[in-house]
């Protein structure tokens, strides 16, 4: 019989050694943004019938590899799964190589598909697309990582970046039929089509956001 939640002592265990480590990262890779994704995960087992456990701790560790350079963020997330031998006591061997190879997996950018359904299920809750959620996150980036750029200049980092991921002929990719982002990215895509509704989101978010710096 599957699992409705996941083992109380493997939660505890995440929520007092792993997530706490989320406060260190940017604004998009936070804890509130590993918390959703774990959300996600939770409702995309119930579609796919993957183990909860399993999916619990891939989706708590996906980022943790932003301890280091963000390029290969999910290369070294992936190592810092597996080295890791407390998570010997809920999962054998094998597991882990397919957690490891799911955080491996999980990046939009990726050229191939997720080896396993637990990679695509990382994959598509790491991508939350709604439309708030997406560009609140984009604009969080830009402002992160090149606070040299005045707000013209976000502006056209923010428009190239929403053709070039989110667009019909954007790189990101849906594994999971039927899922929620099935829906989302319709609505995404009507508003990245129509540059003057894509500039107020912009406006709107980027003004939220510096707000408060």
Request: charged residues 25%.
């Amino acid at each position: 019989m599957q699992q409705n939640t996941p083992s109380l002592d493997l939660v505890e265990f995440i929520e007092t050694q792993i997530l706490p480590q989320y406060a260190a990262f940017d604004k998009a890779h936070s804890l509130e943004h590993v918390t959703r994704v774990i959300r996600s995960a939770m409702e995309l087992v119930r579609i796919t019938g993957a183990d909860i456990n399993m999916v619990y701790a891939i989706a708590a560790y996906h980022d943790i590899g932003m301890s280091g350079p963000r390029a290969i963020h999910h290369i070294t997330g992936g190592k810092i799964l597996a080295a890791d031998a407390r998570l010997k006591k809920w999962f054998s061997a094998e597991q882990l190589k397919i957690m490891r190879e799911a955080i491996e997996d999980h990046r939009a950018s990726a050229s191939h598909a997720p080896r396993s359904i637990y990679g695509k299920i990382v994959a598509e809750a790491d991508r939350d697309l709604s439309p708030d959620i997406v560009f609140r996150r984009a604009v969080q980036f830009g402002l992160a990582n090149y606070p040299e750029l005045n707000q013209e200049k976000q502006w056209q980092r923010f428009k190239e970046h929403m053709d070039n991921k989110y667009s019909e002929h954007g790189y990101i990719k849906l594994w999971i039929p039927n899922s929620p982002n099935a829906k989302r990215i319709k609505a995404l895509r009507e508003i990245i089509i129509n540059p003057s509704e894509l500039r107020e989101q912009f406006n709107k978010y980027y003004t939220e956001e510096t707000s408060n710096l």
